[in-house]
Each structure stands twice: as structure tokens, then as C-alpha cells.
């Protein structure tokens, strides 16, 4: 479990890094990109970035924590490694500052200092996997039900016109985004399963992985979750839809792993979920609404 742990903070830095390689050449070439500018200048725009070294060096470098996170979730509780994996925003908002000179409230550093403590608390709280295999039938009993709250928030605004639509949207993008994370584990559980253990250097394991129905499960709820994601932005607040989003992406696998996976959740790793969302909360927000107006004009 120390080695999942380990391995989940690699993968926090990786993903964290390569978001600011990204934004320091997305600003460095368009710093006040407006949505407009994007849907009018799309092709170069992408021909501009793909030239760029630095953002295309993020992607890659983003790109090389996703093996990192699989082999966390192969071998570790999903209610451990999903809300370390939050760590990302710490990592992005501390380079920030470090390497691009953002400076920071009073609450956002609260919002770092409680997210780091609440991957200690989670760290501490069990060095060995406590999960279960689970039924077929229990996991998409749990994932019909995710996808059902999606689904309808997705249609609420045909039948209800005076719907707060970042909100329906943001939850749509949460709920899926969980459910790719969900089945980012079962991917790991079936590879398990048919190999007998998931090998990091084995190109068998990854070959099985990403031919699995998880798999596709994973493909097609990230991509609904993407259009929800950007749907709810083109409707409202960025200082809202990412926190409700993220909290929810990170919420469903939680509840999965605890109900479906059968997780222990005690009380060191229980405290150190809910610190996880309410510095999510506390980071996020603060840092979208201070760079909203300058993203979205």
C-alpha cells in the first residue's frame, strides 16, 4: 500500500506539472484567450500550441502520470488513491508560484495546508488494501444509478427552462467524470483477474487493460463528462462549476469504493476524505473566481 501511495503523489506531481507547462505556453502565446477568439481561430490556435515546445512537453509530461495512477489503483483502495490524487491542485498552485510568480490568499493557503494534511491523514490510515472484488451486478446497479443522476441532469433543461444550467451541467460532468475514474479500477480488477497480477513493465497488462470493457466504459463516460464540462462553462461561473465538478469526480469513486469495492473507511481516512473536499473547495474556488474575468471574456 506504501509503494499505491507513492505512486498515486508521482502521478499528482506529473499531472500537476504538466498543467503548468501547458498554461505557461498557453499564456505565453495567447494570454488573454477568449472563447470567441477559440471557436473562430481553432485551427491555428492548435497549430500554434502543437509548435510550442513547453505545452507540448506538459502534455506529455501529464500524459506519463496516467500508467502512475493505474498501478496506484491496481494495487490500492480507490477511497485512498482518488482523493491523493487531488493533490494535483497543490502541486499546479504551488509551481504557480514558484515557477510562474502567481501569488496567493490568506485562503488559499489554507486550502493547501488542509489538503496536505488530509493526505496525511490518509496515508496513515491503513498500509494494506481492504477492498473486495465486486459483483458485476453491484457495480452497475452503483453506476446506473450515477448515470441516471447525470441523465437527467443533462435533460432538466429541455423540461425546465429556468434551470441554473452550470449546475445541472457541472454535476452531469462530475457524476461521469467519477464514473471514469470508477472504472479506471475495475479496468486494473480485470486485468487482475485474467493475469493474476497487473505488471507494471509487462506490455500484456496494458494490452488487456485497454481492451477491456472497463476500458470502453472508461472511454465513453470521459467523453460525455467532457461535454457536460463544457457546457456548464459556457453557461456560468467558472468558480463554481470546477469545484462542484471536481468534488463530485472525486465524491462517486469514494462512495463506490466504499459500497461496492466493500473499503474500510475509518476514522483517520474518513477525516482525511472530507479534509480533501473542503481543500478542494477552498483552493479551487478562490483560484478560478481571481482569474475568471481574465479567461472568459
Request: net charge positive.
Amino acid at each position: 500500500m506504501a509503494l499505491n501511495i507513492l505512486l498515486a503523489f508521482l502521478a499528482s506531481f506529473l499531472f500537476g506539472t504538466g498543467a503548468v507547462m501547458q498554461k505557461h505556453g498557453m499564456a505565453a502565446k495567447f494570454p488573454k484567450l477568449s472563447w470567441k477568439q477559440l471557436s473562430s481561430q481553432l485551427p491555428l490556435i492548435a497549430k500554434t500550441l502543437i509548435a510550442n515546445k513547453i505545452w507540448v512537453g506538459g502534455f506529455f509530461v501529464g500524459l506519463a502520470g496516467g500508467p502512475f495512477m493505474i498501478k496506484a489503483l491496481s494495487g490500492g483502495d480507490i477511497t485512498v488513491i482518488q482523493p491523493l490524487i487531488n493533490l494535483t491542485i497543490v502541486v499546479v498552485v504551488l509551481e504557480g508560484v514558484v515557477l510562474l510568480k502567481e501569488s496567493l490568499s490568506s485562503p488559499e493557503w489554507s486550502g493547501i495546508a488542509i489538503l496536505l494534511i488530509s493526505a496525511v491523514l490518509i496515508s496513515l490510515s491503513g498500509s494494506e488494501p481492504t477492498g473486495k472484488i465486486p459483483s458485476i451486478s453491484s457495480l452497475w446497479l452503483f453506476t446506473v444509478c450515477i448515470g441516471a443522476l447525470a441523465a437527467i441532469c443533462l435533460i432538466t433543461p429541455v423540461l425546465f427552462r429556468k434551470t441554473k444550467l452550470e449546475v445541472v451541467f457541472a454535476i452531469a460532468a462530475g457524476c461521469c467524470f467519477g464514473i471514469g475514474n470508477l472504472f479506471l479500477k475495475q479496468a486494473t480488477v480485470e486485468v487482475q483477474t485474467k493475469l493474476g497480477a497487473f505488471n507494471f513493465f509487462s506490455l500484456t497488462t496494458w494490452i488487456t487493460g485497454l481492451l477491456s470493457w472497463a476500458a470502453l466504459t472508461v472511454i465513453i463516460a470521459e467523453l460525455i463528462a467532457f461535454v457536460a464540462y463544457q457546457m456548464a462553462f459556457s453557461h456560468g461561473r467558472v468558480s463554481l462549476v470546477t469545484p462542484l465538478t471536481t468534488v463530485i469526480s472525486v465524491v462517486v469513486p469514494v462512495i463506490a469504493g466504499a459500497f461496492v469495492y466493500k473499503e474500510e473507511i475509518n476514522f483517520w481516512r474518513l477525516s482525511g476524505i472530507v479534509l480533501a473536499i473542503i481543500g478542494t473547495i477552498m483552493l479551487s474556488t478562490h483560484q478560478e473566481s481571481k482569474t475568471a474575468k481574465a479567461e472568459i471574456q
